[in-house]
């Protein structure tokens, strides 16, 4: 580099610095008309910013003489860097939006350049020098701006991994039986999340990736955790208009069990039902599955040995008969029992003629005998006949007391 440009190169910073006071007057007037605060700030802070800003603007001239490809990593300062992040990171705790700061930078980044290029060009810097200015000023306001959304970033993230900790725990107090309604009032209160009526427990297999994705659809109303082998999620008023089918809708395909919708104190005693009927699943195939339309079923099959005693004491009539021939009667039977005797709706369920019905109807009445007109004994027949196979000689439920 020959004497002139460094000449040129000498001149220009304190030619520039000269017009600092200028350019941040210009740029504080055009953020007055856009973004207030920050014009605010210039104008309290003038002289703090413009000290700061007479060391970066020679330090952005002396590197303009490089290689712009491989300056950018050295354009801002370890200290600046983590000052503009910091004040990403105080617009995010501030619950600001990060688009006017950066919108910000830009303005005072255009500010700066017409500047900058006019003292340049009055001092005759040559064109190769005067690309590179533009190179590192531009670099230098893209660095400070990623530097101030990384802090907005990281802070959100931060908070973000704070409050889904804080839901957790609201979600484990609430299915807990520790915890009294004012810790759980307390809690909710700590996330912002609206303490409902009544709430209901959603589980989901976590090896069941289409219920996974679907649990995360989820809005926030909902408090997500993992407890033992599943995923729960508990829904706020899901008796609520239309939201039964919304939920039927967004959980279909996912295996889901819904608990019966209780206060929401009593929500460990609604997450205990809706892990039964998980374990129900061979009996209980609906998806999703919602506890509370299958409450009978839950209570047939609380205790499977007693539904196989059940089923060994009302069935034993048939217990000898060939296999074929047993079916046909205890088909026979459950949907006479389930039609109140109606033969002709019972012909219709079974595609069979009525005097089919009948012939089967005799033979049932001469192995089950007056049993068959005791009302006791025929709810206790529909019982056994409602939730599984018979019990009979030939299953080992019979043979060893064993549930099926």
């Not at 599955?289 to 007693?306: G, K, S, Y």
């Not at 033969?343 to 012939?359: F, G, I, N, W």
Request: one cysteine or more; charged letters at 25%.
């Amino acid at each position: 580099m020959d004497a002139e440009e460094n000449i040129q190169l000498h001149d220009l910073v304190p030619a520039i610095v000269a017009r600092l006071p200028a350019i941040l007057a210009e740029v504080r007037d055009l953020l007055a008309e856009q973004q207030p605060d920050y014009a605010e700030f210039l104008a309290w802070d003038f002289d703090e910013v413009l000290g700061a800003s007479e060391g970066f603007i020679a330090r952005l001239v002396r590197l303009a003489q490089r290689n712009p490809s491989t300056i950018a990593p050295q354009l801002a300062s370890e200290i600046e860097q983590a000052l503009f992040e910091e004040i990403g990171r105080i617009h995010f705790q501030q619950r600001r939006d990060i688009s006017p700061l950066l919108a910000a930078y830009r303005t005072g980044a255009v500010v700066t350049w017409r500047h900058v290029s006019d003292t340049a060009l009055q001092l005759g810097v040559p064109a190769e020098i005067f690309a590179g200015l533009a190179s590192v000023v531009f670099a230098a306001v893209d660095q400070l701006s990623s530097a101030s959304l990384r802090g907005y970033v990281e802070a959100q993230a931060v908070e973000g991994h704070a409050r889904e900790r804080l839901r957790e725990e609201l979600a484990e107090l609430l299915l807990s039986d520790r915890g009294d309604m004012a810790a759980v009032r307390a809690a909710a209160a700590r996330v912002e999340w609206p303490l409902p009526r009544q709430a209901a427990v959603v589980l989901i297999n976590p090896d069941n990736a289409v219920g996974r994705a679907l649990l995360d659809r989820l809005d926030d109303s909902c408090l997500r955790l993992r407890r033992g082998q599943m995923l729960v999620a508990i829904v706020s008023d899901p008796e609520g208009p239309g939201q039964r089918k919304r939920l039927a809708t967004a959980l279909r395909g996912a295996g889901a069990v819904v608990g019966a919708t209780v206060p929401v104190d009593r929500l460990p005693a609604s997450v205990s039902l809706a892990e039964h009927a998980v374990r129900l699943r061979h009996v209980l195939p609906d998806d999703p599955l919602f506890v509370d339309e299958h409450l009978d079923a839950m209570v047939v099959h609380r205790d499977d040995l007693l539904l196989a005693a059940l089923r060994r004491q009302y069935l034993a009539p048939l217990a000898g008969l060939p296999e074929s021939t047993r079916d046909r009667l205890l088909e026979t039977l459950k949907s006479w029992l389930l039609h109140m005797g109606n033969r002709k709706a019972v012909a219709d369920e079974l595609h069979v003629h009525t005097q089919t019905v009948r012939y089967r109807l005799a033979q049932l009445r001469e192995l089950f005998g007056s049993a068959l007109d005791d009302p006791g004994a025929r709810a206790a027949l529909l019982l056994a006949l409602a939730w599984g196979p018979a019990a009979t000689e030939s299953d080992p439920a019979a043979r060893h007391g064993e549930p099926r």
